[in-house]
């Protein structure tokens, strides 16, 4: 039986974030599929999936971190929220904009914004907006092209695989214990 796929994230490193909101310009235009003056001459809302936030002197991305265990795919009611491939994943059809996925999010990473068209008998007309590492810019061989990623001039952000991270840090943390122990010797 395959090992399930573990979660791939989107790696935020605060000490490089200069706060430029490149990488929010860039996700709304990915998930818009017009460019910024296509968007304004329609009077188009952008919606971007990642927020920079200012906490003390950094600037922290916000987003979603695809949760092994997502709490936002087990509040949602009607099965919006699913996890498929390493991601989880909205079907956006299926959402009633009921905000339970917001409230159970611990990161505040998902927003319910209202797309601005009325359907018969609906009366909640918002829909959950969340990073989905851009899985409609996959190409043919696997590899994601998340936009936030691409656009970000500091490299703050990355996209990165749990397993290949956990294996980096194991390497540096032995790398640090192995020097440590040299100068005690």
């Not at 265990?69 to 959402?95: F, H, K, L, M």
């Not at 989905?132 to 590899?143: A, E, F, K, T, Y």
């Not at 952000?157 to 040299?182: F, G, N, P, W, Y």
């Amino acid at each position: 039986m395959p090992e399930p796929k573990e979660n791939s994230i989107i790696y935020a490193d605060a000490s490089k974030c200069v706060g430029c909101k490149q990488c929010e310009l860039a996700c709304a235009q990915a998930h818009s599929g017009c460019t910024l003056p296509e968007a304004k001459a329609n009077s188009y809302r952008l919606i971007s999936r990642i927020h920079i936030v200012r906490v003390d002197e950094l600037n922290v991305p916000m987003l979603c971190r695809q949760c092994e265990d997502a709490p936002c795919a087990y509040a949602c009611p009607t099965g919006a929220i699913y996890q498929e491939n390493g991601i989880v994943q909205i079907s956006e059809n299926r959402c009633v904009g009921c905000k339970v996925c917001v409230m159970a999010c611990p990161f505040g990473a998902i927003e319910v914004l209202h797309e601005g068209t009325t359907q018969k008998g609906r009366t909640n007309l918002g829909v959950i907006k969340k990073c989905n590492l851009c899985v409609h810019r996959i190409d043919d061989d696997g590899m994601f092209h998340c936009a936030c990623v691409e656009a970000c001039p500091t490299k703050a952000l990355r996209l990165v695989s749990l397993t290949d991270h956990r294996k980096q840090l194991m390497i540096a943390r032995a790398r640090e214990a192995s020097v440590s122990s040299m100068h005690k010797g």
